[in-house]
């Protein structure tokens, strides 16, 4: 005899690993405001950790430099994930070679990729030697700062190089046979590479590219190793300066630390409510309401 589970039960089943990380974080985020309204020793109550943070230039040039390099890793990533994606999307073979190189990819730890871009960026890294070794500069100095520089060029770089991948793996998942018949219906009707990545392939592919963006952005808003490696020392990212105050040995600095990881937090979270109104109504696009 065969006991049937009700699908409402079942649905909640399912949802309860998911349900128990979303729990954990919220906890976390509950646990670190609390400490951000105490002081060092987590007594009492005082906004003062957030006072300090509004009066410290160093921490509010912080969150604007953490938006810049969430903000443009991800639109960066996502446009090239598309362009290879939309390049490759007519080749069954060209498909399966991108998928693989981009999991390949995956499998590179951050750490990794941090220390690999150091070496080959940096004034006394590969490119540097080669720049001199052709004669277009004198030295290391000569050499652009892209290690450490204000641009937090090799932050960047580092980033493009280890999310593009991901994107382009969810839009490979979400390419299905449908989307390509679509493709070639529009191609058979006279449409040209561009007006079908405008008017089929982009609209079609939208929700899993939210998603993506989504995922890519709370990772680069609130990573640490790549910032901390190859990132400025002023300003420095958000991660960068909670870890730094909270490892203080000031007990005083660890409320300021714990303000800065509701920050975090909270930024993480607006992104994430913005993600799925859009993509809720781009699926309500294409499934009528």
Known sequence: MTVRTP???RGLLLAAPALAVVGFAAAALLLAARGS???GLGRGWSLSAYADLLRDPALTGSLPLSLKIASLSTAVSAATALAVVGAVSGSRRGRAALDAAARATLAVPHLLAAAAFGLLLSGAGLLSRLARA??????PADFPALVGGPGHTAVLLTYVWKEAPFVTVMLLAAYTPAVRDLETAARTLGAGRLSRLRHVTLPLLAPALTEACLLVFAFTFAAYEIPALLGATAPRALPVEAVGLYRSVELGDRPGA???AVVIG???ALAATAAAVVSRRLLRARTGP
């Open 266 to 268: 909270l930024v993480i």
């Open 37 to 39: 309204l105490a002081d």
């Open 7 to 9: 699908s409402r039960t």
């Open 134 to 139: 052709a004669g277009w500069t004198d030295g």
């Open 258 to 260: 714990l303000a800065l």
